[in-house]
């Protein structure tokens, strides 16, 4: 994991697991104030966010990102919560939210990670991340690390505890 994202995400252990999941989000979706249309075509602004409320040609600010950000990641968070059926560590409820904010809670409502998951196939849940690495049938080197760093938050719940300096 690089280590300036494991400075912040340990900052932002105080935080539980929505803190975290935002450091997570932040770091892998970037902010892009103008909207945009994403690998699929989908119109997307700020932290990914999509939707009906994107307005072509607007131009957003910080706190209408954020609003969106905080509004995607309650969203997120509640799948989490709804499906998972196991006790997680917030770093694994901050790993597992970022996955849902990313690939939408339906797509996680039918993953065989989750099956794994609520089997408490702990490895092999976390595992399932490195399948979700495709953007429009192509292998993208973007989510490869992002799974990569879901991943070993999810397989090493205790991470941040004593982080390396």
Not at 49 to 72: F, R
Not at 113 to 132: E, S, T
Request: charged share 25%; with cysteine; proline share 3%.
């Amino acid at each position: 994991m690089n280590s300036q994202l494991q400075k912040r995400l340990a900052a932002a252990t105080v935080g539980g697991a929505l803190a975290l999941a935002a450091v997570l989000v932040q770091w892998h979706e970037g902010k892009r104030y103008k909207p945009y249309r994403d690998g699929g075509g989908v119109l997307t602004v700020c932290h990914g966010h999509t939707g009906k409320d994107v307005t072509p040609g607007e131009i957003y600010n910080e706190e209408e990102c954020n609003t969106l950000m905080k509004q995607d990641l309650l969203i997120a968070r509640s799948a989490v919560e709804r499906y998972v059926t196991v006790p997680l560590t917030d770093l694994q409820k901050a790993a597992l939210t970022s996955f849902v904010y990313n690939i939408g809670s339906r797509a996680f409502a039918n993953s065989t990670l989750l099956k794994k998951l609520n089997a408490g196939d702990i490895q092999g849940a976390c595992d399932q991340m490195r399948r979700w690495k495709y953007d429009e049938g192509k292998v993208s080197n973007g989510l490869i690390k992002r799974r990569e760093v879901e991943r070993e938050l999810c397989l090493n719940p205790h991470l941040l505890i004593h982080p390396t300096q």
